[in-house]
């Protein structure tokens, strides 16, 4: 019996458990039967993103039944999986082969991986079988150049499963009764909501100390975000005010960076401090750039980090920054900040931070509340220098439009055909049985006979003859077996050795 485990990130930023299923299997039709339990539970609510292991099975059923969810995969278990089936082949070369890899998975142009990959296979040729089967065909779903940008909370692994499940295997015991599950799990829910009750104990009762830096120079904001955001989240974005304090900006004329800047080599993107995490000119593809009124270069103070992001503000109110932090997490990044030191056209509303981190008392009345929250600046617009003087209609058109990009049809167009193959032949088994049951078999091969004739014709050419299987089903009881056509048809079977000797069973 396998545990099946669900975890989301609720607006305390941590990790809570939602659903669970025990299970004979880890096949497809089972995550799926899974998934639609998960859907019927909760009134068809699509999530914004997945995160699961590469296992296949699963993989199918998220795509068949979340059609145009982003799904990610866990970096963990990549460079895992990655250790475990290529050290042993390479060696002594396995260093100089994670350089590679991660130089090709973290770098920010699709045009730039596709060449760093070729690269990679011809250096490592003793590879490339298992990362082109494991990994090139589902590269939206782990490479940097190909993730959509989109709210996703921070996360990149599925570390909070396995902890989940930590806990379970360290309660239970091969004795266990699934009451016993039961009731651990329960326990479990308990706690998660005690440590929630604590955290609005400690900031209500409190004693207020030392003032932050957010009061002192955005107490207008302070006060906002204090009213709107959970305590945890009201930390993370407080913390970013203070980080502005340690860097400068500078006016900048220029909208798109050099994709040849060095790359990290020896970890995941994501966890390198102030690295950008896209090029502007990707975020940008689709977006009138004529709204844009300033674009702010942003380093740290004293040249202690070479690293540098753009931040570009739009006449609606927009602003996005190449750590995409604004985006991905929904916290606005220190960038941001330092630049609304520098310019008036920089302005905050509540808005741009999702809904998902607010207080549960403000979701009860969020409309009323939004419209009444004010558009606010660090800066008076005398007080301002070296900045453009076009005026700022504050709508966010350009955010919503960011937020609501996903890249599906890159998606859809660089899914593997094993996954489309998998969503297919499930859905057509699905039919077969109902047909079956109902009776209805023979109508269900005409509409098939239909189907193959038309996209025949359209692929062929109304005037080329179109090879089709004739089944002839006389009645509910007699189905014509195919397998001898198929037989015949094949011209290059794939023949699977068997390893061992053989034996001869008596």
């Known amino acids: 019996m396998y545990l099946s485990v669900l975890m989301v990130k609720d607006n305390y930023g ?16 089972t995550y799926t039967w899974i998934l639609q339990c998960l859907m019927k539970a909760t009134d068809n609510i699509v999530p914004k993103a997945f995160w699961t292991d590469s296992k296949l099975g699963l993989i199918n059923a998220v795509s068949q039944i979340f059609l145009t969810m982003p799904h990610f995969y866990c970096l963990f278990h990549i460079w895992q999986n990655i250790i475990k089936n290529l050290k042993s082949k390479l060696e002594l070369r396995f260093h100089t082969f994670s350089k590679a890899f991660y130089l090709c998975r973290n770098v920010l142009s699709i045009e730039l991986f596709e060449q760093r990959w ?45 902890s989940f499940n930590g806990f379970i295997k360290r309660s239970l015991n091969s004795a266990s009764t699934l009451c016993d599950i039961a009731e651990t799990i329960d326990k479990r829910h308990q706690e998660e909501f005690k440590y929630c009750q604590l955290t609005d104990i400690k900031v209500k009762y409190t004693p207020i100390g030392l003032p932050h830096l957010s009061f002192q120079f955005f107490s207008n904001v302070d006060a906002i975000i204090v009213k709107f955001l959970s305590p945890f989240i009201l930390s993370l974005q407080r913390y ?47 977006i009138d750039t004529s709204n844009i009124i300033e674009v702010w270069r942003i380093i740290r103070i004293g040249g202690i980090s070479s690293k540098e992001n753009l931040a570009a503000l739009f006449s609606d109110g927009t602003h996005i920054c190449t750590c995409i932090e604004s985006i991905t997490k929904g916290i606005i990044c220190h960038h941001f900040w ?64 960011l937020q609501g990009s996903c890249h599906k049809e890159n998606a859809q167009r660089i ?88 034996r001869l069973l008596v």
Not at 18 to 26: C, G, M, R, T, Y
Not at 436 to 456: M, P, R, Y
Request: proline share 3%; glycine share 4%; net charge negative.
């Open 338 to 401: 330092r630049v609304m030191l520098y310019s008036s056209t920089a302005r905050f509303h509540i808005s741009i931070i999702p809904i998902r981190w607010y207080k549960d008392e403000i979701l009860m009345k969020l409309d009323d509340i939004l419209d009444n929250s004010p558009v606010l600046t660090a800066l008076e617009s005398s007080t301002e220098v070296n900045t453009t003087s076009r005026t700022v209609d504050f709508t966010l058109q350009s955010l919503r439009q």
């Open 240 to 286: 970013q005010i203070s980080q502005s304090f340690t860097y400068e900006g500078q006016l900048t004329s220029y909208l798109f960076e050099n994709l040849q800047a060095e790359t990290i080599d020896d970890n995941f993107i994501e966890e390198v401090v102030d690295k950008p995490q896209i090029t502007l000119k990707a975020i940008l593809d689709g």
């Open 118 to 162: 070729v690269f990679m296979i011809n250096e490592f040729p003793e590879c490339e079988h298992y990362i082109t089967r494991a990994l090139y065909g589902n590269r939206i779903s782990w490479a940097k150049a190909y993730m959509p940008f989109q709210f996703n909370s921070g996360i990149q692994s599925t570390q909070s499963v396995k």
């Open 415 to 502: 899914i593997p055909q094993r996954n489309r193959f998998g969503v297919a032949f499930s859905t057509a088994k699905t039919a077969i049985n109902i047909a079956l049951e109902t009776g209805s078999d023979t109508e269900l091969v005409k509409l098939l006979k239909d189907f193959i004739l038309n996209k025949q014709r359209s692929r062929d050419g109304d005037g080329i003859e179109s090879k089709i299987i004739n089944v002839v089903v006389e009645s509910n009881s007699q189905i014509v077996s195919l397998q001898e056509n198929l037989i015949n048809q094949t011209t290059n079977p794939y023949v699977t050795k068997i390893r061992g000797a053989l």
């Open 14 to 29: 941590r990790f809570q458990n939602i659903a669970n299923a025990l299970v004979e299997d880890k096949i497809a039709s």
